[in-house]
């Protein structure tokens, strides 16, 4: 009864903010970004469970406790994202800083998704993570954890212009008892513009 109710609360909290965020005019939001294609930003095409996976140069390669590009990044703040809607970071442990908690949670979500455990974050776990996300309406995306505890969304633009390519920027992070809103531009890899 209890799962089911998390289950409930969660899709509303979702369709809510499906709703709410498709109000906002992405091309107003992202117009500074248009165009700007490389391997610096976060861009998904075609198909959306491979987006995460096609893009892994752009995602920092691996990224790990000491690895490059894993402190102080908008891709750290993606995969925390994705951990605390596993339940497996609280919300206020987004910081970008890829640390021994970030690798602990990363440990525990690799033995949950069946995946070799070693608390790096590399193809096969980014593979993994974009087998979840499926579309909410034509521009906003959604990861949800696997026992429905929580989800993140994300705006992820179309190939035109106005719609600024296939740019991700990180909209939302909730858990069952949390919404935290992310501001920001869209997820780069040098940068930390998210929080």
Sequence with gaps: MLQTQGKLAIATVAAG????LATTPAHAAYSQNS????????????????????????????LCQGCGESWGTDIVVLWQSILVADDLLKID??????????????????????LSADGM??????????????????????????????A?????????KKEDGGAYKLAAVYRYDRIKSMRGTRIQLRSLTTV
């Design 17 to 20: 903010l499906a709703a709410l």
């Design 35 to 62: 165009g700007a294609y490389s391997r610096s930003f976060v861009d998904g095409a075609g198909k959306l469970t491979d987006d995460f996976g096609d893009h892994f140069e752009e995602l920092g390669n691996s």
């Design 93 to 114: 442990d987004i910081d970008g800083k890829f640390g021994s908690g970030t690798r602990n949670a990363t440990l525990a979500w690799q033995k949950r998704y069946g």
């Design 121 to 150: 974050v590399g193809d096969k776990t980014w593979g993994k993570a974009d087998d979840r996300l499926v579309w909410l309406s034509s521009t906003i995306i959604s990861y949800t954890g696997k026992y429905n505890t929580g």
């Design 152 to 160: 993140v969304t994300f705006h992820r633009g179309s190939t035109s």
